[in-house]
């Protein structure tokens, strides 16, 4: 991350990335549980986050997990479907098509060397913005992974409860 930041900014957003860092295979580590680790609010980390770099704090933990990701692949020693899992994607076609989204080139390119070529000079965060504009489900102090489940649960016990 290239950000011109104070000194206690820069040393906020180093203790983010060891956070991120330690627990970046986790699937599940998102917003809340960085929120709880850093010892701010919800809010107050969203709000930090937000004006210091510009972006949300799924974005930036999206972020974080895809450069540690392009790390690893430029290493080679791995596979992408173990380079996805070991940064806390719970699938390979997910990662690609995320990682694809962000450096407009695949994880096999750059695996094969001949796609970070064609991601130096890119816009990377326009997939970004693409994100904002996706249909998701969203159940207002839910995590979005748990909102269509929360949903059906519910619309389920309405229904039990209306039949009889």
């Known amino acids: 991350m290239d950000y011109t930041?104070?000194?206690?900014?820069?040393?906020?957003?180093?203790?983010?990335?060891?956070?991120?860092?330690?627990?970046?295979?986790?699937?599940?580590?998102g917003v809340k549980d960085l929120a709880f680790q850093t010892g701010l609010s919800h809010y107050q980390l969203c709000k930090r986050i937000n004006s210091l770099t510009g972006k949300?704090?799924?974005?930036?933990?999206?972020?974080?997990?895809?450069?540690?990701?392009?790390?690893?692949?430029?290493?080679?020693?791995?596979?992408?479907?173990?380079?996805?899992?070991?940064?806390?994607?719970?699938?390979?076609?997910?990662?690609?098509?995320?990682?694809?989204?962000?450096?407009?080139?695949?994880?096999?390119?750059?695996?094969?060397?001949?796609?970070?070529?064609?991601i130096q000079g890119k816009n990377k965060s326009s997939y970004f913005s693409l994100l904002k504009n996706k249909l998701t489900f969203k159940v207002p102090g839910m995590d979005t992974r748990w909102g269509l489940f929360t949903f059906l649960v519910l619309l389920i016990a309405c229904y039990l409860v209306l039949k009889n």
């Open 56 to 118: 949300t704090t799924v974005q930036f933990i999206r972020i974080q997990r895809l450069e540690n990701a392009m790390t690893m692949l430029k290493d080679g020693n791995l596979t992408v479907a173990e380079i996805a899992f070991k940064n806390g994607f719970g699938s390979a076609a997910y990662f690609t098509y995320v990682f694809s989204g962000y450096y407009k080139t695949s994880p096999v390119s750059i695996k094969r060397g001949d796609g970070y070529r064609a």
């Open 5 to 29: 930041l104070r000194t206690c900014d820069q040393v906020f957003l180093n203790k983010i990335n060891a956070i991120i860092r330690e627990n970046i295979d986790n699937e599940m580590f």
